[in-house]
């Protein structure tokens, strides 16, 4: 199991009655065949409606703690399930299901999603601000809009990683080789705590959010959550993969979601990030692996 996935979630306090119910029918119920039909069916589509669409299927699914891994090794857990997802496989798997032209390259973006280069569990992006983010932005899957949408109230914050921070049990819990921990200062913007509510309606649905805390230097991470935004209604949500009570992917009030966590003072929220999914830009979106689910 990836250890990091317990951080990226274990602190959010979600207590609010979910807005959605199960989805019937979502992408656990559908056969290899229904799932390729659907996807041929939504390619024409934008990508923010696909990602809708895809992302709602997953409404009720249940959530299990790294519920992906290599298939063998370290992490012997299957390399694509549908019927579990954490926080971060939830978002993972909606954005290669959303970006394949057909069910043959889902896998292969999945792929390339997760890793750096080589599907091993070394070379998984375990990070988000060291390895994740960039390594996605890099190859052009995502875009940093937390500055379009924040503006003057967007500011640039840093995670710093040390000697130290490998010296603490959760750092040492994901099993990293000296030479395959990253050490440095990673830089992102960040819009603050009080003032997403300001700018939360200009958000376009099917926006990343992510979730920082305070850079504290055993922790690994100052991303703790992470989601899509859904703008319905009058009211801005965050669908996503929550632990705490839910158990399952929810679509949750944003104001309600950041009036709980703005509470929890032992690990302090600070703010959010924002990014957009786009299609990659690199080489190498033919299927080069296969899905091997549980």
Known sequence: MMALAVS???ALLLAQTPAEAPTPGGW???SPAQRAALLALESPTPLA????????RFLGTPYLASPLGEGAGVDPDPTFRVDAVDCLTFVEQSMALSLARDESEVASLLERIRYASTPVYEDRNHLMEAQ???NNVRKGFVVDVTRRYGGEDTVRVQKVLTSLTWQSRSSQALTLPPERQPKGT???NMLPLDRILAHARQIPTGTILLVLREDLPLKATRITHLGFVVQKGRRTWLRHAARNRYG???DEDLESFLTRNAKYDKWRVTGVSLFEVHPPTEEGTAPSASLRAP
């Open 49 to 56: 409606e696909r990602l809708l669409h895809v992302s709602e």
């Open 28 to 30: 656990a119920a559908l």
């Open 248 to 250: 399952r992917v929810v």
């Open 8 to 10: 990226l979630t274990a």
């Open 186 to 188: 990673f830089s992102l």
């Open 132 to 134: 994740w983010l960039p």
